[in-house]
Structures are given as C-alpha cells and as structure tokens.
C-alpha cells in the first residue's frame, strides 16, 4: 500500500507530499492546481517514460519519491530484494529526470534499471486514466482479465495445460536435437569409434604415464645411480674397497659411531646427560644402518636390462601418441574415452529414441488438444457471466447504453505441423495458454458494434470501464488502484454511484482517486486537495487533508464553485450523511 508520495519540480509543483491512507483516497483542487501531476508524478515513480519537458521552469531535475509498506514476502518485495533494495521497512522508490532528459532510479536505496521499477509498478499499483498505458492494450492481458474472474474452474485445466504444453515443448526441442545429429551421426560414429578402437588397443591405466617416466629417468642413468650407490654404502658401512676419504676417517660411518659409543660405555652410567647422548648416539646408528641396508638394496635393483628400457620407450611413445588426440595425461584420454562411449551409444540409439519420441509426441498432442478444447468451453461459460457482470457495474456508472462482449475464437491452422487437431477434426493453433484469444469489445452505445475496448472507449468511459473490471474482478493481487478522470462526463446520481463503485472497490484494496465532482469526493476516507500560490506554483504546503468544516467548504467549492456559498455548503453538508464514507 502507498503511505506517502514527494514530488518535487515537476509541472507546476515545486515540492508537494501526499500522506494516502488505507480506503479511499480522493486527490481534488482547483483547475490548474496540479492535480494531473500527481497522477504523472506516480506514473513516473512507476516507470513510465521520462519527458524532460515536464521538469519546473528553473529546475535542474525532476523528483518523485514513494514510500510503500508492504510484507517482505509480497512479489513486489521479493523483486525489490533481487535488485539489491532493503526491505525490511518499506519499500522506498525513487525516479528523477534532469532536464537534460537523463533518467535514473533508484529501489530500497540502491541504484536499479528503470525497468526495475516497471515491474514492481505492475506488482504495487493499477493506473487507470485517459493518458495511461493501460494494461488491457495487450491483447494477452484480456485473457488474463477473463481466466481471473473464471477462478478454479478455468483454473484446473489451464494448470493441466500449461504442464502438457510445456512437455511437448521439451518432445520438440529433444526431437530438434536428435534430428541435428543425425545429420552427420556417421561422421562422428566414425571418429567416435577410431578414438575408442586406439585407446583400447594400447589399454593406458591410470597414473601410467608418470610412473612411466619416472622409470625410464632411472633406466636411462642406471650407471650413474649405481655408482653413487655403491660409494655411498661404502661410506656408511665400510669394505674392502672402501674410499680413501673413509679410511682418513678412520672407517665409516657406522665404525665411527660404534667407537664413539665404546668410548663411552665405561662412564655412562656416572652422568644422565651423557647417559642421554650415548641414547642418541644409538638411535643415530640404527638409523645409519637401516640406510645402509637400503642403498644395497637400491644398488642391487639396479640391474641394466636395455629390453626393459626399450619396452617403456616404446609403451611411451603408444601414450604420447593417445595424448596428441585426447588429453593432456592419461586421466584426460580415460575421461574422452568414457565421454565418446557415452556419445556413441547415443548416436547409435537416434533412431529408436526418435521412435519413442514421435509415439509421446502424438499421445501429448491428442491430451493437449482435448485439454485445450475443456479450456475453451470452460472460457466461453465464464465469458458470458462477466459480461453480464460487467455490464450490471456499467450501468451504475453512467455507460448503462454500452454493452461488453467477450470474444473467444480459436484460429484455424491447418498448414502448420504444430496445430493441434480437435475431436471435430479442426487443426487449430496452440499457445501457451490454450487454443484461445481473448478479446474484450465495447459497444458504447444500443446501435454501436462492439469494438476493441482500448478503441471504442473515451478516456472517461475507460476509467470506468476499467473500475467496473477491477470490480468484478478483484483479488486482492495489486494493492492499490489509482483513477484519473473516471468521473469525466457524469454528474448527479451517476456520480453518486461512481463514487459509491470506488468505495465499493476501496473496502479490500488502496483507491487514489483524481476528482473534480463533490459527489464522489464525499465517499473518501482521507481527502487531499491540492492548491497553489499566487505565482501558480504548488509548494511544499500545497497539499493538505481537509477535514471537518474545511472538507465541507472544499465539497462546496466543488459543487458550485463558491466555498461560502450557503446552498453548497448544506449541499456538502447533504452528500457526506449521504455518503458510505466516513463523516464530517
């Protein structure tokens, strides 16, 4: 619900504000005082398209700020939150114009797209006057109007639908894509297989290839790596032919440190820490000879077979020919191996997945089609209650000449591979809303044809038609409704009952209402009246309520003018005990 709305420097208003309340708000003022900008400004607050030209003279930008308190959970909320807004207060939107014609926004305190605020526009509020874009221009809104007011039982088979549709969506594009690969399914059957036949005839295992080179680093330098070997056992253990530089030593590794321990043993026990290095020096000489051990051992395995080192130059040029065509490392050519296997069990299944495809296909198409046709009859039964229904809300609103029809027609498409064929044996065209197009048409008098709403409508008629379509209509799904000129063209009882309608609608949503007739103004429960300074400008106290005697003079000045004049004084006076608003 809108709580409050700023505008600044736009049109003839220099900064005004606009406390709205739950109910029915009715906006009045005299003629030039800005009440149009107030629409305007909300229009842009909801992302309308931006006119420079209606920035205030002397003004370097145009401001319109809205306050909205809504739950956090409301679809206007969550998209707000997606935007990057806060909130967990309210909502905040804002949209200025520079007179250059540069156009920003901003939702919750964070910059966002103009389009940003077009969306929560169509979540938050429902703008209807002469100049507006009135949503019911698209044609798919008329639909949507029609299966709103239809309920479940347009419901139940549009949900059944729109879940077969979107299946056989999913059959199409499956069958797209099978049919593409058939197109060159030999050629990849044949590269697919010659991948597979060579990784197979050389069976690479995983980690081969670097255990493989590992191997051959050591096969190639056997020599040397005995060498240093042996003279490195020599040093640690000792021999016949052990190097000169262990003899200087006096032995090796291990004779030395057995000496150093001999020479210890007669005193160790007589000082713990010497007890404790002769531990270390113990340690350290099963340490010595456990590597001693193991360089044998190593020397031992170093054995020059040229067969085995032939065979891993040969095992690793089979690899290296696997990793030019499939992968970096042996991992990579397993994984293209398990991909192309899954491939080429797909290419080769085209034909029978085409079959299964074609069968589902043809049993979707024939669910749809009499889906389709249940929607139809459930749309053409709902569409003559609402034009009664409509037309019984007209006639309170001074258009009881005018009648609405609610067209539903199905095209016939018989060329179309796509039509779906009915138990008539019509071919008719699908959508993803059924086989229908909705039209609401207008005959806007007893000897007019019905035309398209958007055509056969004045701007007053098409507030008021609107109003009676939100009234039939309501859900609940936008919380505010705001009119412009619906009351163009009436007066007396007619306006009566226009403002009686809006207080009708008022009583489950938010209704901003831009008069200029007492008789729908007295119906509000919070009255705004907009008025200007001397130099024709609305200032920031430009915008009051009015309440009490001052409500009274305000529906007096409206009915005949003069604020003082004691016949429209009683008259107010007359149309507020009247009235289902509040009172005076």
Not at 224 to 237: D, K, S, T
Not at 436 to 462: F, M, Y
Request: charged share 30%; glycine share 10%.
């Amino acid at each position: 619900m809108l709580r409050e709305i700023r505008i600044q420097n736009l049109g003839v208003i220099d900064d005004a504000v606009l406390e709205l309340s739950e109910g029915l708000n009715v906006v009045s003022g005299e003629t030039g005082a800005g009440k149009t900008m107030v629409v305007s400004g909300l229009g842009l607050l909801l992302g309308d398209r931006a006119d420079a030209g209606r920035v205030r003279d002397g003004a370097s930008q145009a401001v319109v700020e809205g306050f909205v308190d809504i739950p956090t959970d409301h679809p206007a909320a969550v998209r707000a939150a997606e935007a990057g807004g806060d909130v967990e207060d309210g909502l905040i939107l804002v949209r200025s114009v520079s007179r250059q014609g540069r156009s920003r926004a901003h939702v919750g305190g964070r910059s966002a797209p103009v389009g940003v605020l077009a969306e929560l526009g169509e979540l938050l509020v429902a703008v209807h006057g002469q100049a507006d874009q009135w949503r019911l221009r698209r044609p798919e809104q008329h639909r949507v109007v029609l299966d709103r007011f239809a309920g479940e039982s347009v419901g139940g088979p549009l949900r059944r639908y729109t879940e077969l549709y979107a299946e056989l969506q999913d059959v199409r594009a499956e069958v797209q894509r099978l049919r593409e690969l058939e197109r060159d399914r030999a050629r990849q059957v044949d590269v697919l297989r010659t991948g597979l036949e060579e990784i197979e005839a050389v069976d690479p295992q995983p980690g081969e290839d670097d255990d493989l080179r590992r191997e051959s680093e050591r096969l190639a330098h056997a020599d040397g790596l005995r060498v240093a070997a042996g003279e490195a056992h020599l040093l640690v253990m000792g021999g016949d032919d052990a190097l000169a530089a262990a003899d200087e030593a006096g032995g090796s590794v291990a004779d030395l440190l057995g000496r150093a321990r001999a020479a210890l043993a007669p005193v160790v026990g007589h000082d713990p820490q010497l007890a404790e290095l002769d531990r270390r020096l113990q340690e350290t000489t099963y340490a010595v000879t456990d590597v001693g051990g193991d360089l044998a051992a190593y020397q031992a395995d170093l054995d020059v077979d040229p067969a085995r080192l032939a065979w891993v130059g040969e095992r690793r040029a089979a690899l290296g020919g696997l990793l030019r065509k499939y992968g970096e490392s042996v991992a990579e050519v397993l994984a293209w191996g398990e991909d192309a296997a899954k491939r080429l069990t797909e290419l080769e299944g085209v034909d029978d997945r085409l079959d299964e495809l074609q069968q589902r296909w043809a049993v979707v198409r024939a669910e749809l089609a009499a889906v389709g046709t249940e929607l139809s009859a459930a749309r053409t039964e709902a569409a003559g209650r609402f034009a009664e229904r409509v037309g019984d809300e007209l006639a309170h609103l001074a258009m009881g000449n005018s009648r609405i029809e609610v067209a539903v027609r199905q095209h016939d498409d018989p060329d179309s591979d796509q039509a779906l064929e009915t138990a008539d044996g019509r071919r008719l065209r699908c959508g993803p809303s059924g086989l229908d197009d909705v039209e609401i048409l207008l005959a806007a008098g007893s000897g007019s044809p019905p035309r398209g709403v958007a055509k056969a409508a004045s701007g007053g008629e098409l507030s008021r038609l609107m109003l009676a379509l939100e009234l039939v209509t309501a859900s609940g799904d936008v919380p505010t409704f705001v009119f412009d000129e619906v009351d163009a063209g009436v007066g007396g009882a007619a306006a009566l009952e226009v403002g009686s309608r809006l207080a009708a609608l008022a009583r489950t949503s938010q209704v901003v209402v831009v008069t200029h007739l007492a008789q729908v103004a007295a119906f509000a429960d919070r009255h705004l009246v907009v008025s200007k300074t001397d130099d024709g400008h609305v200032t920031a106290s430009g915008v009051a309520p009015v309440e009490g005697e001052d409500r009274v003079r305000e529906l007096a000045r409206m009915l005949g003018g003069v604020a003082d004049s004691a016949a429209a004084l009683e008259h107010a006076r007359e149309l507020l005990q009247d009235s289902v608003g509040p009172k005076a």
